[in-house]
């Protein structure tokens, strides 16, 4: 027969409270992703306001006790629903911010299209020239054969070939040179059509774009210029002229707007210190209504604003811990990384989230979060959070390198090596190892593609005799 008894047992068990999601979720918002969640809370919690910037409490914005004489129902449904909260944000208003849009940019078709009006052409002709513009990519090529284009006019225009053609040169003829062209070598062509035909090495560089472009692309010149039978100076001049060629004239019409990074910590140097700041101008400082929560005061009644009330506070206070948190793991990244802030890439330190975690009291997890998507405003740029992470390499004294460093430095190696005896992926290797870096031959290659540097072989200058 069993026998009941009491067992009393100790664990701890952690809950994801609203409070405790809503804050992760903040955490790893990005800037501008949190200023619509603001804004939204903004217009649809009336528990909720924006501190003014200048710092002035608005007149309305009064203690409980003077503004309350009673919490009754009454009381509360004679308060005009309309005080401090609505000040920063009206609700029935956009934000107003100090945001312009780009206007000023031009798509490749309207370019094209507006130089095609100004020429003197007729109803048909015009109709081809459209057709071919919308055939025409970004990179300012012709995608779709002539014959085709041709056909899909049909019924409404019925044209031939060489009336097709005729257009085509008319468009060729538009800024940016080269553009319209159904190949590189046409491209190259039309390019170098636009040059004077007295200089040095023109004719020879249109022989070369129109049958010797892949020697030039694998840097064959001994081959060339013995299949060209010319001087090895009239040679050069026409390399030199293929080569100021543009291969994408359709990129130089520029048809997307800039897109902008905001930091959310600024870095300073202040007295000989670098200090941290988080960047408090791209969202307004949140608080609790007073003078609304004041009038709720304890009546059991309204249970929608006390809700609103409730997720109020939890909010502010979300916002808080994003804050501090922000604030803490960015000054822990700079501590670690000064050598970096004052020396440059070589000088960067091996640092894992781990490490962070361990230095701020946190869990790796929250530190990704922060990490992730923030931005950090410098005297070097605006960099990345998580640019400052990076794998270690053990050095031959035993100590440890940053991947980025060693990076730095082999981009540096290359960019001072001999453009005609470049150096292999295995001397990088050695002179690595010369300066107390040891790292494996295909570790230096893998370095190097990261960086999209081509090999030894392809950077070679080969010298041409």
Request: aromatic share 4%.
């Amino acid at each position: 027969m069993l026998k009941a008894s009491l067992q009393l047992k100790l664990g701890q068990q952690l809950t994801m409270t609203p409070q405790l999601q809503q804050a992760i979720r903040l955490l790893q918002l990005p800037i501008m992703d949190l200023q619509s969640q603001i804004q939204e809370a903004l217009e649809s919690n009336i528990m909720l306001e924006a501190v003014d910037e200048s710092g002035e409490d608005a007149p309305a914005e009064t203690s409980a006790q003077e503004t309350a004489p009673s919490t009754d129902e009454e009381t509360w449904s004679e308060t005009p629903l309309s005080g401090p909260a609505e000040m920063p944000w009206p609700s029935g208003e956009p934000r107003v911010t100090q945001e312009f849009a780009d206007r000023s940019s031009e798509t490749l078709k309207e370019h094209l299209l507006w130089q095609l009006e100004m020429e003197n052409v007729g109803p048909d002709e015009m109709a081809i020239g459209h057709s071919i513009i919308d055939s025409i990519n970004d990179d300012g090529y012709l995608t779709d054969d002539l014959e085709t284009l041709r056909q899909s006019l049909k019924p409404e225009v019925s044209t031939t070939p060489d009336r097709v053609e005729a257009v085509l040169k008319t468009i060729q003829g538009c800024d940016p040179v080269g553009v319209a062209a159904r190949n590189l070598s046409e491209c190259i062509d039309l390019q170098l059509r636009q040059l004077d035909s007295s200089t040095p090495g023109w004719e020879l560089s249109r022989q070369i774009a129109a049958d010797y472009l892949e020697l030039v692309a694998d840097h064959q010149y001994v081959a060339l210029r013995r299949r060209l039978r010319t001087s090895e100076d009239l040679l050069q001049d026409a390399l030199a002229l293929v080569r100021s060629c543009h291969p994408r004239p359709g990129s130089a019409i520029h048809s997307g707007s800039a897109e902008y990074v905001i930091p959310d910590v600024f870095v300073r140097m202040v007295d000989g210190r670098w200090n941290v700041e988080v960047n408090s101008a791209t969202m307004p400082s949140l608080r609790v209504n007073q003078t609304y929560a004041g009038l709720l005061g304890r009546n059991t009644n309204h249970a929608v604003l006390r809700t609103q009330l409730q997720e109020a506070r939890w909010l502010v206070r979300s916002l808080e811990i994003r804050n501090e948190t922000l604030l803490k793991v960015a000054r822990c990244i700079v501590d670690r990384q000064q050598d970096f802030f004052e020396h440059g890439e070589e000088a960067m330190h091996p640092m894992v989230l781990r490490d962070v975690a361990e230095a701020v009291d946190m869990h790796e997890s929250t530190i990704s979060r922060v990490t992730t998507n923030k931005y950090m405003h410098t005297h070097r740029g605006v960099l990345e959070f998580r640019y400052f992470f990076s794998s270690h390499v053990t050095g031959a004294d035993g100590s440890e390198r940053s991947s980025t460093a060693i990076r730095a430095k082999i981009r540096k190696m290359i960019a001072q090596e001999d453009s005609k005896k470049p150096l292999s992926d295995n001397k990088i290797a050695q002179t690595l190892l010369e300066d107390g870096i040891n790292v494996a031959r295909r570790t230096v290659a893998k370095y190097r593609e990261s960086m999209n540097i081509p090999t030894s072989s392809e950077r070679k200058r080969f010298s041409i005799k």
